[in-house]
């Protein structure tokens, strides 16, 4: 019952801080066999590495990872995979304000309630760089479940949300927000922008489809596929809430309206006719594409002052300098990517286990 | 890891399907010396009963609980509190057409591709029934956690929500919606009705609050206070989304809209000047109140003919006849209050592990 | 991490105490599709029961099983196994001086340092009673291992060992004594009745084989196939050492004499030449038969006065009536064996997983 | 339930390979605020350093901790510790048979079984050299335990014991077998270098006592104190046995010799007069000091011709060469005592969860 591991039977766990020397990831009950070197797991990452357009925090980290141990010959033994990424670019003496006071919608007062004392640079153990070592476990998890494909995007910044009917898969790669729609996101340089040089932060939504999930995965009642989820998601720094499917649309649908009926299908498996469900019912995969959003708050270090209180009780306000992503959610894609795959790794292979 | 259990040092696992002899729940890890007898549980499980106005399912079944083991004297043991709760009103003949074809939105279709087969009776396992082995085990929670409040209701059907300026939590037991607006109560007497007498289904958001958390409860990072709600929830019967605090209105926002200031308190603790964070920040409860929305999607079984297919592939329409709620989230209202109270019960317990 | 649970994949849970209305188990886990009902487990309950002759306690329990849940058809089904043994012959009078005084060799006075209290009548949750439990459970992990057989039995009594070259399997069922050697059952009627008669009682050693354990069941390095089986051994009521394959005799040899040589076998396998290792090398199982040694303590429960204190804190001195067993380690035998099926059975599930 | 780590609350994972780049722990659960840098784990690490004595394997690693995470400004912060140690001395040149043919007592061939290939490099994860990241890992767990003592040593080697009557504590760290006998640790030395220079090797009982556990330590039923030693003790490389207490001795007592009777004591406490049970009862600590026996087997890797198998099933003899331990019971005792202080500082963390 660590808590700092997730999952079940491939299970990692991570560890490190934003300004410690380095963090890592170490995964568990890989199955043997399967190719993996660093080549596997650098793509991932680059992909949510800081620093890469304006959009995104000025923190400059290579983000290379190694990995230390678990591989033989190039090939998974079985063993633990450990997984080493060095940090290169903390900058700590930014954080001379957070030390004595909260940031408002950061975890600075939880922390110090909860264990009496916080190393307040960069937050620490809080921080979002930890989900660097996620996005190297997801990586892995990749390799588990090769009939999967993950595509994570954007949907909304700010309220401001894409066309589904613009919907356009190849475009998700082509602009700095993992858009699928080529208006929004040339609506969102604009908006980001502004809120960047204001100061200010922008929350946005996240959506992920995993295709080629099979029939059977998820193990109900308490570890259900979409429970699973669930956790993962809620688990990523700044996420505040998580649908499958259709989520709270479903609240105000009727039964016929939220139906997702059958017709005999391919191979004796049946053909849904629509997926209001997000492929999981009763906590199982249907086959259908499995289909999750995330919502994330508006990045909380922000430039614009926010009344606060210090350490010692006393009244002030706060902004928060250092280098800050101005809509966090955007590199929340690779994160929810990763979170997905480390899921439905599990979970097949828990399948597995019971049903052979 | 066992499928069926749920939590980490106040833990608890189910048992049993809806037209068994029997369903139960097996609470480990509670703490010694707590008075504790029948009367503890009963009341909860009343609110969750069935049968009880012509808006819930018309399956009569007392739902008597009996504590088997882990009490003593009128108080726990620290050893496994068993509970057990008779099954009484199965109707096992409603469900021939289920046996031979999947009911759309049920789990019918995914049991049988996870394990070859199913208990059809009512749902077997996947059966709402289930919820009430959460109810007794939360009613034990309740008591490791007296400092706490908590206090859920209905706050939408069908799309039709309350009016937060008109909620009145002294209403909430006014009416058979869980509802804290008597006007919204008033209007889904008939919203519901109409589909109950139509064939039909309807989906609702549930609220639920929990005042009197101290700040500090909550396992970062993959044991945080909201990714332990939102699998706990997410495990729930029908449902398909989760939000903490602003939940996916946060994302919205603006990070200075989001954030929620503090000014000096009482106690050294800081006063919040708001909480859209619903009273968790990076994992760990502030002390504010901890708030969760949970979406329920309409019921599935319904009276109006859906497409599907038969076990053997074959097209077929299906009518889900056999006793159900028109709207399963009224009913969620007690369970969404029991897994809050299990999920704190817990992390009261491991914060004092960790931090003692 | 239930307290009350054992297993990762394959996973039970019991409850209950000696001298409560019933106790019982929940197996969950348990793959989908595997013929079971009460007969499959009645016969293991029946080998363990009380009361079937004078080396064993008078306490008249039927011990009748009745499967609650999990069960559909005749067929597991996947879901939680719940299996409930009542409670009959209960004679709690006879506990009042266990109320007041701690029983030295028991339960007692710990229980009420880590409670506060505890549940005196008969041992309450500390009793031997529970290991009903895990021989029902143990009876449906049998079911999960079809390809392996295996076999328990007393190796010595009070220090009186059977002789190897006398072993003959076909002699266990024949004795009182689950004994493979007839002389040395014969010496033991004796041995056994009059420590009975003096008030007394005597340790005993069980030794468990499991053949038909195919290589590569376990799962390095801390759910090594022997740290489960020493984990669950150490786990059972009396028990004081475990030892794998020579155990402390091994401790006592050079490397060239504890070496297992190998010589080329069929289908590919090594043919061992000798299995000091007891069938696992690297927490790993070779393919030989795994055998495990279990010494159990004299039964604390003697007619003896034993010193002890009052729980104000007298001198007092205790003999402690009611219905034991001269010797525990008997009734041990089906325990063990139990232990030994649900260990396995949960790391076959595992290999599974991992290794496809 | 990760494989590879151990522990509830206070619990700790290794990762890592005998002669991959490094190896390491992360320790996750430790309490915040307990002052810890290296200087704190490296005097553990040395007591296990290879390379010390002829006694031991010329190996020679300088076995030097970084600690990565988890500490700041000199405390721990409540977030996974984590704990590096580098490879330095790997002559992978050494291991070519090893690749071809299975040594007899190692894992080779189990492995081989289990994952279809393995890293045959010094064992690759099979290694003893992973008890580095254990005894790393047990430093961090004795900061958790102050009140706690733990004393290790050998008390056999190759069947030749101490003399109870000359046990001297003082006596262990004068000689290089952890001997609290001298005249025992006199003959040893001639043993022990008998059985290097015959190429072979020895057996050794390690036994281990812990002073100043309080009573009320372990988790009934399945994580009894008892339980979690033997399941700590046998996932160590080698071991064979554990006993609890008298352990087997116990077997052929009888029940009024076996007693630990009670006088009254200080501070309410009971006095014991004897501690035959090893300071556990009912799975729970009694205030007595907890005494564990442990068996290792000789090392396998000898320089005496062994009949193998190649892993093309081809008949051969294997002599291992390599830098070896003639007696890896030595050794063990640095890792059969952070063993104990892993096990004791989780259960002290479960036994405030539960009883606070």
């Not at 190039?74 to 290169?88: C, F, R, Y």
């Not at 614009?304 to 800050?324: C, L, M, N």
Request: net charge neutral.
């Amino acid at each position: 019952m660590s808590f700092n591991s997730f999952g079940r039977v491939f299970r990692f766990s991570t560890w490190g801080e934003s300004h410690g020397p380095a963090i890592g990831a170490m995964v568990d009950g890989c199955p043997p066999g399967l190719a993996l070197s660093e080549a596997d797991v650098q793509p991932f990452l680059d992909k949510r590495r800081p620093g890469t357009s304006k959009f995104t925090t000025q923190r400059q980290e290579p983000d290379q990872v190694r990995i230390l141990s678990g591989v033989f010959e190039g090939k998974t033994t079985g063993t633990p995979i450990s997984l080493m990424i060095e940090n290169v670019d903390q900058r700590s003496k930014d954080y001379g304000d957070v030390a004595k006071a909260y940031r408002p919608g950061h975890a600075d007062y939880a922390y110090d309630a909860k264990y009496g004392f916080r190393d307040y640079r960069g937050g620490g153990r809080s921080s979002a760089r930890e989900t660097a070592s996620r996005v190297a476990a997801g990586a892995v998890a990749r390799l588990v479940i090769p009939e999967v494909t993950i595509l994570g995007y954007v949907s909304a910044i700010g309220g401001d949300a894409i066309d589904p009917a613009h919907f356009d898969a190849a475009e998700i790669g082509n602009n700095p927000f993992f858009c699928p729609d080529a208006k929004a996101a040339a609506r969102w340089e604009k908006l980001v922008d502004d809120a960047r040089l204001a100061g200010s932060s922008l929350g946005a939504v996240v959506e992920c489809v995993a295709t080629g999930v099979p029939a059977g995965w998820g193990a109900p009642l308490y570890a259900k596929l979409d429970a699973e989820l669930a956790s993962a998601m809620m688990s990523i720094n700044a996420v505040k809430g998580v649908e499958i499917g259709d989520g709270f649309a479903a609240a105000a649908l009727r039964g016929e309206e939220n139906a997702d009926p059958m017709r005999p299908g391919d191979a004796g498996a049946p053909a849904f006719l629509a997926n209001h469900a997000g492929g999981i019912a009763g906590g199982i995969s249907t086959g259908q594409p499995v289909r999750v959003r995330v919502a994330f708050k508006p990045t909380s270090s922000i430039l614009i002052p926010v009344e606060t209180v210090t350490r010692e009780g006393q009244a002030s306000d706060i902004i928060t300098k250092g280098r800050h992503d101005p809509c966090v959610g955007i590199r929340g894609v690779p994160v929810v990517e990763a979170m997905m795959a480390l899921v439905l790794a599990d979970h097949k292979l828990l399948h597995r286990a019971q049903c052979g």
